[in-house]
């Protein structure tokens, strides 16, 4: 069984930086991608950032590059999401996610707020 656990979310000031941590369990994640996705209050979730844990290769949300970078620690089977220069409109739950190559998004952690304030 996957387990996906997220934290590192809370209450930042605009400007300031966060970085999000995912914790992967249950699973040889090598044929894995990893992902980050974000739902604002009153909206869909939205995609932010994958990964895979084989090749380290990511991609972003268009509207989102510059300020969102994802990465992995393989030996800690462990994805992370720095946010710099957050934005009141930053202001979601994050959610963790994993899919095997080609699959859907799966597998989901139970997601961490993260609260700008202006």
């Known amino acids: 069984q996957v387990q996906l656990v997220e934290s590192g979310g809370g209450l930042v000031q605009a400007g300031g930086s966060l970085r999000l941590s995912c914790v992967a369990a249950?699973?040889?994640?090598?044929?894995?991608?990893m992902g980050w996705f974000r739902q604002a209050p009153g909206k869909e979730r939205d995609f932010v950032a994958r990964?895979?844990?084989?090749?380290?290769?990511?991609y972003y949300a268009d509207s989102l590059k510059g300020r969102f970078t994802i990465s992995r620690d393989n030996a800690k089977n462990t994805v992370y999401l720095q946010i710099d220069s957050l934005k009141s409109e930053d202001t979601a739950v994050y959610f963790c996610a994993a899919r095997q190559y080609g699959r859907t998004w799966d597998y989901w952690g139970q997601g961490t707020q993260v609260t700008v304030s202006s």
């Open positions: 990964i895979n844990w084989s090749d380290g290769n990511t």
């Open positions: 249950g699973r040889t994640f090598s044929r894995y991608t």
